[in-house]
């Protein structure tokens, strides 16, 4: 093949995939940009909506992410394979999901998200989902033994079943 003609192909071939590199890193800048916008959302809707205390932010280890163009708050609980997600819905409401390792998404529940200028209804919310987040979390471990307290025969004999142990108070979840 004569030189000249390779020469121009070479030099197409540059122009082309300069040409699609700049594109690429524009369409980067724009994907950057786009996240950083849905995280800075995010993070001004969560802080009017939740009040999580330090102790709670450190044992979740909470953090804004964007998924499939969404904002969400991602929950991370070290001692189970799993994912809880706060994802923001209209007004004010708000969808805890859980993602187990080698399991389908679940929803646990919605959420109303508390008031900006009320710290308490903001305070209320983030137990809300500390709760729901422990109570989850609890009863994945199986039922939790109350030491020195046996079930009586007639409990075990009948045909409903047991009722779930749920938490309600902050001080029972944390441990205190």
Request: glycine share 6%; net charge negative.
């Amino acid at each position: 093949m004569d030189q000249a003609l390779v020469d121009v192909f070479e030099q197409a071939r540059k122009v082309v995939a300069d040409a699609d590199r700049k594109i690429a890193e524009e369409e980067e800048r724009r994907r950057a940009s786009e996240r950083e916008r849905l995280l800075q959302q995010l993070g001004a809707r969560i802080e009017d909506a939740f009040d999580f205390t330090s102790k709670e932010k450190l044992e979740l280890q909470p953090r804004l992410d964007v998924q499939d163009g969404i904002g969400v708050v991602e929950f991370v609980v070290r001692s189970q394979r799993a994912i809880f997600l706060l994802l923001p819905g209209e007004s004010n409401t708000w969808t805890l999901q859980v993602v187990e390792d080698s399991h389908e998404q679940q929803v646990l529940s919605e959420f109303q998200g508390g008031t900006k200028t009320e710290q308490a209804s903001r305070r209320l919310a983030a137990a809300r989902i500390v709760t729901a987040v422990g109570n989850w979390v609890q009863n994945v471990k199986g039922p939790q033994a109350v030491p020195n307290t046996k079930q009586s025969s007639s409990w075990r004999d009948r045909d409903e079943p047991k009722p779930e142990l749920t938490y309600g108070t902050m001080g029972k979840f944390l441990g205190y």
